[in-house]
């Protein structure tokens, strides 16, 4: 598979091209072309001296749009608050046959506590609001909605880095489309111990992205170092 990363330099984005590119055609995104074959590059030597005979995919690093337009698989690893900068200009360049997955979360910090914090969506009329997920908020600014699954927003950007060792942890997934969300379970239960569910449909997202804040709040105030969800 074709797997575009946007955010592909980032923490997460690291994580899921150096797991993914033992098999699978990786296209980082950046807000630079320089700066992502640069990575690119770096990404490649660790992924060969980790996998050596068994790397059969590659790694390239590209402008984000560019990336987007090149991948069968559209990966938004970017932080929430530039999430829809990031997202808005790759509605010119996708497909109706590319999947888009939103690991994203809105969540802010307010007295040493993590919130989860939706979008507030005005109408153009200015009379009406919505309260949406950020993978809501994803499928209008990239319709059709069919296209977006949520998930991986409990995954340990470290853990997934480090190539000697599973990741140990189940990850929950939703969306409108169950040919699209089958897609990404089972590229996603590609990483050593990691085991997928689906939690319904894309309304469902806000359930499953509040969900981050709420590990990070345990992590801090319980000084337990990478908490990850297991469902048993």
Known sequence: MRIAIIGGTGDLGKGLALRWAKNHEIILGSRSAEKGAAVAQEYTQIAKQTFGNQFSGSIAGTENSQAAGRGELVVLAVPFESAMENARPLKNVLNQEQIVLS??????????????SPFIDIDPSGSKASILSAAEMLAKELPPASRIVSGLH?????????????????????????EKVNRISRLVEEIPGVKTYYAGPLRTSSLLESVTPFIINIASHSKKKEPLIKIV
């Open 103 to 116: 690991t994203m979360v809105p969540m802010k910090r307010i007295d040493k506590v993590f919130e989860y």
């Open 154 to 178: 409990t995954m340990s950007a470290k853990r997934l880095s480090d190539l000697g060792k599973p990741v140990d942890c189940d990850i929950v997934l939703c969306g409108d489309d169950s």
